[in-house]
């Protein structure tokens, strides 16, 4: 039994291991908000798909980070969105320091000029905040980042 429990400590150590060894620097776009950092690159797999594949981390916060869920938009030249679509990270809670990975399939429309990504998520512990919120209180913290595929070609 002892040799059981042991077996599965070092599986758990192993795993955690291999996310810490992830090289960030194989995405070619990132942003960070102080808490949560997203890391991802574009590709056009078929056509009128746009494909955003990446990992989101958490290296700043003490406390994990919940239902990290992104929107992701497709612009026209005019600034009106024309196609939309969601996602989020495979895992729910994004422990410190243990990325999770991310895909969103966006089916285009015609006439996108540019990508914009707005993501959301939660502080671990819920409504009543955490490290972080600041004095405002808790809540869900949403952001935006622009022109997220830029040089991904038409």
């Given at each position: 039994m002892a040799l059981a429990v042991l077996a599965l400590a070092l599986a758990a150590c192993a795993g955690g291991a291999s996310s810490m060894n992830l090289n960030f620097d194989s995405y070619a776009h990132?942003?960070?908000?102080?808490?949560?950092?997203l890391y991802w690159n574009c590709?056009?797999?078929?056509?009128?798909?746009?494909?955003?594949?990446?990992?989101?981390?958490?290296?700043?916060?003490?406390?994990?980070?919940e239902d990290l869920e992104f929107r992701l938009y497709g612009v026209n030249a005019g600034g009106r969105t024309v196609s939309r679509a969601r996602a989020s990270t495979k895992a729910y809670v994004i422990e410190p320091n243990a990325p999770s990975p991310?895909?969103?399939?966006?089916?285009?429309?015609?006439?996108?000029?540019?990508f914009d990504?707005?993501?959301?998520?939660?502080l671990a512990g819920g409504i009543g905040g955490g490290p972080g919120f600041g004095a405002g209180g808790g809540g869900e913290q949403q952001n935006m980042a622009r022109n997220v595929c830029a040089g991904l070609a038409p």
């Amino acid at each position: 039994m002892a040799l059981a429990v042991l077996a599965l400590a070092l599986a758990a150590c192993a795993g955690g291991a291999s996310s810490m060894n992830l090289n960030f620097d194989s995405y070619a776009h990132k942003v960070t908000d102080g808490t949560v950092a997203l890391y991802w690159n574009c590709s056009r797999p078929a056509p009128g798909l746009v494909r955003v594949e990446g990992v989101a981390n958490n290296p700043y916060s003490p406390v994990g980070l919940e239902d990290l869920e992104f929107r992701l938009y497709g612009v026209n030249a005019g600034g009106r969105t024309v196609s939309r679509a969601r996602a989020s990270t495979k895992a729910y809670v994004i422990e410190p320091n243990a990325p999770s990975p991310f895909s969103i399939d966006l089916r285009t429309r015609g006439g996108e000029a540019r990508f914009d990504l707005v993501y959301s998520y939660m502080l671990a512990g819920g409504i009543g905040g955490g490290p972080g919120f600041g004095a405002g209180g808790g809540g869900e913290q949403q952001n935006m980042a622009r022109n997220v595929c830029a040089g991904l070609a038409p």
